[in-house]
């Protein structure tokens, strides 16, 4: 029992319109989340790029404010009254700084904001102001634990008298675990969608983030972090963070310290209103949807109808009316009229077909390639249709002597060689001939004469260093000559082309010559 074609067209049709459906709606989704999770990445990274900014903006501001003090102190670094001025006056202004302190050339400490009596005097010992001391230039310090236990990082200028000679540092310290400035700039972020801050330093440790208790914690296995801390680069990804959480992370570097600035938000707090927009997209699709499926219902028997006959006909092409039933079947639509032009092209073509295409009449039976009369039947169509194309005349030098020596089997044997190259060095599109003997044509469509002789090239150069016999490397002679549409007909190119190979016979063979054209 054969199924029905109205049928399995509608089944078809249906299905189609089906799995279109669906596999559109899938995009549409994919499409949704991967919106939402590129607007929360790039939100969060002009969130982290921000926050660098603001941070350098800080670090900055407070390096200036200790390069006016110590200006200040280099005239007067020997009077506690002026320490302590300088010293309270960094303490309060901006809150900046948990504490201040002045430091001279040999490691003492002069003065200190709060006051610390049992300081004054004591030779300096943390990272931090070490570094201060050698540097002996502005100073931002790597992140430190101090004596009290707490992680501080330690900004400092050097003081210098007038003459130039070095009388110490003022630096201030800043407590990453308690609420100064710093913290003030980095926390004035509140983001509603649920994205939170935190900063690392150059080892990759947490330097602020909002649980205060984190502080300190390394997170250089984060792969963001590595991104933002060892490439210096500013970006986004998706990542999982160090507790198994999947992030959308934003990242952007310190410029003047080197630290890094990540702004994240879950994964899944992100997706949580995909749902809805998925829902809100079906309710929008579905009456199309319906309405595209009634259409299809109907249309498809109507469309069925002239393919169905063309089916019936199908089975009796040998009837004498069949072109005359062809023609009346209705053709409206695309298909229909193709399938009618492509039986009604079949049935007045096939016996041509069979009368020309006739393979042994136009192959060389040796090598398998056209023989002269298929040659010339191509020249015959390039010729008709105006179709410009390059000949080149190919003859083997000194093949006569190759059969004397060797025998005609090596003759055979040289041939089939030369046209096994011939096929590796053409182009789709090349005709590849044998005329007779050891004569054979190249036919290169619309190619200049110049480039069939790049083309002759390769099948030279392809074969130079290879034995076409035993003990026989052959060496060719080539003659090229281009057919224009400005040419009246193709045999003066062919005997342009005899005439540039006979050229290159009597300048001693092995060698390619280009026609000459008026």
Known sequence: MHLDLRRLIMGLALLVVLVTFANTFYAGYLQQREMLIRNTLESNQAYATKAAGLTDGFLQQALSQLGYSAQLLGSGFDSPAVQSAETRRLLQQNQTYNSVVIVNAAGKVLNISPPMAEVVGQQIGSSGMLAALQARQPLVSEPFVAGTGRLVIFISHPVFAPGGEYLGFIGGSVYLHDQNALHAVLGQHHFLNGSYLFVVDRQGRLIFHRDQERVGENVMRNRVVQSVIQRNEAGSAESVNTRGESMLSGYAPVGLTGWGVVVQRPTELTLDVLPLQVQGMLWKVAPLLVATLLAIWALARWIAKPLHDLARIANRLDDADTAGNIAQVPSWYYE?????????????????????????????????????????????????????????????????????????????????????????????????????????????????????????????????????????????????????????????????ADVALYQAKRRGRNQLVEAERA
């Open 336 to 496: 229909v009229i193709k399938l009618k032009q492509a039986i009604l092209a079949g049935l007045s073509q096939v016996q041509r077909r069979i009368t020309r295409l006739n393979t042994e009449t136009v192959t060389d039976p040796l090598t398998g390639l056209l023989n002269r009369r298929g040659m010339m039947e191509t020249l015959q169509a390039w010729e008709e249709a105006g179709r410009p194309f390059s000949v080149a005349v190919i003859d083997i030098d000194h093949f006569k002597s190759i059969n004397d020596t060797y025998g005609h089997d090596a003759g055979d044997t040289v041939l089939r060689f030369l046209a096994d190259h011939m096929r590796r060095a053409a182009r789709a599109g090349d005709v590849l001939c044998r005329q007779g003997g050891d004569e054979f044509t190249l036919l290169l469509p619309a190619t200049p004469a110049h480039e069939a002789v790049h083309a002759c090239e390769r099948l030279t150069h392809g074969m130079a260093f290879e034995h076409a016999y035993p003990g026989v490397t052959i060496t060719l002679s080539i003659g090229v000559a281009d057919f224009r549409r400005e040419d009246i007909h193709v045999n003066g190119t062919l005997k342009a």
